[in-house]
């Protein structure tokens, strides 16, 4: 998710590719990254299928009794979600880990 006054939205308008990266701290050593196209869905207003994924991932990070407000709070804003499409998936492991 993000805004569509954010950087990172106006960049996917440009270039509709990205790359996310998932590491192991402290080192950052164990890590993925997933590269590939990013579909961005921009039906904020009314879409209530996008708010409905929004909210399933909201509810992993977010304690569950501040979850309803927190998606309100967030359907007053530009929000949109971007998906994105695994074309290349890179690991890394180090030995004995």
Do not use: F, H
């Amino acid at each position: 998710m993000t805004r569509k006054d954010r950087l990172k939205y106006c960049n996917l308008q440009r270039d509709p590719r990205m790359s996310v990266c998932i590491y192991n701290l402290p080192l950052a050593s164990n890590y993925v990254v997933i590269s590939g196209p990013a579909i961005v869905d921009d039906t904020t207003i009314g879409g209530q299928e996008v708010w409905g994924r929004i909210r399933r991932v909201v509810e992993r990070y977010v304690a569950p009794d501040l979850v309803g407000a927190y998606i309100e709070r967030w359907k007053t804003e530009p929000r949109v979600l971007v998906t994105v499409i695994p074309e290349r998936v890179a690991t890394r492991q180090p030995r004995g880990g």
